[in-house]
């Protein structure tokens, strides 16, 4: 009975460890997301994080919503579809790129949201940029055409086919964007603590946000030449 028990559980066990070794690197891999998370930590202290990732769980839950409906499929199978979102990916990246290039090439940020004190006015401020952090990363994800082609390929690999497929599916996806939301919160408290070291520095900080800048630029080039 115990030799049973062993080899039934046996392969479920190296699943979720295959599983969780995916999304862990995944999550690790430098992307579009953590160059935006650089560029508004380092503008906005360690508090932009919270937007930017409330944005970019919101592009996830998308994605994710339309691939266990079915409806990602579109986007696979329609090259009108898959290059359009492709594009409006790229250019959306490219449009935050320069506009990070430009802010660091004026040397245009204001000082760290942590380390200033707010009044109304400024809090009126820090809500419309927080709105702001949110569209960035909502529209960096639901634009990105690779997620969904992620998703529908990944999912079926873990989740049984069937009535089960569904909520499965939908756990999975929440572990993928858990761990990724443990791993930008690290990343954006080691972001966070750099900022704050090289604040009266502003040539090297603002070389920082032009590299971010730039990182976006790239990514939106690599998402505008990217093939299914």
Same mark, same amino acid.
């Given at each position: 009975m115990g030799t049973h028990a062993t080899g039934y559980h046996a392969p479920m066990t190296v699943e979720v460890v295959t599983? #969780? +070794?995916i999304v862990v690197i #995944?999550?690790?891999?430098p992307g579009a997301d953590m @160059? #935006? /998370?650089m560029r508004n930590v380092l503008s906005g202290g360690f508090r932009a994080l919270w937007p930017t990732m409330g944005g970019i769980i919101g592009g996830f839950a998308v994605h994710i919503t339309l691939c266990v409906a079915g409806l990602s499929v579109v986007l696979r199978d329609s090259d009108v579809a898959f290059t359009t979102v492709k594009l409006l990916g790229a250019a959306w990246l490219a449009w935050m790129g320069i506009g990070a290039i430009i802010g660091a090439w004026r040397g245009a940020h @204001?000082?760290?949201a942590d380390e200033v004190g707010i009044d109304a006015a400024s809090s009126r401020a820090a @809500? +419309?940029? @927080?709105?702001?952090?949110? /569209?960035?990363?909502f529209l960096t994800n639901l634009l990105n055409v690779k997620i969904a082609l992620f998703y529908i390929a990944f999912l079926p690999q873990f989740a049984p086919a069937g009535d089960r497929f569904v909520p499965v599916a939908l756990g999975l996806a929440i572990v993928q964007v858990l761990v990724g939301m443990i791993w930008l919160t690290l990343y954006a408290a080691l972001v966070a603590r750099a900022g704050a070291a090289i604040h009266r520095n502003p040539r090297t900080r603002r070389w920082i946000e032009g590299s971010a800048g730039a990182a976006?630029? $790239?990514? $939106?080039v690599r998402l505008a030449t990217a093939g299914r």
């Open positions: 599983f #969780l +070794g #995944l999550a690790i891999t @160059a #935006l /998370v @204001a000082p760290m @809500a +419309g940029s @927080a709105r702001s952090m949110f /569209v960035g990363g976006l630029v $790239g990514f $939106g």
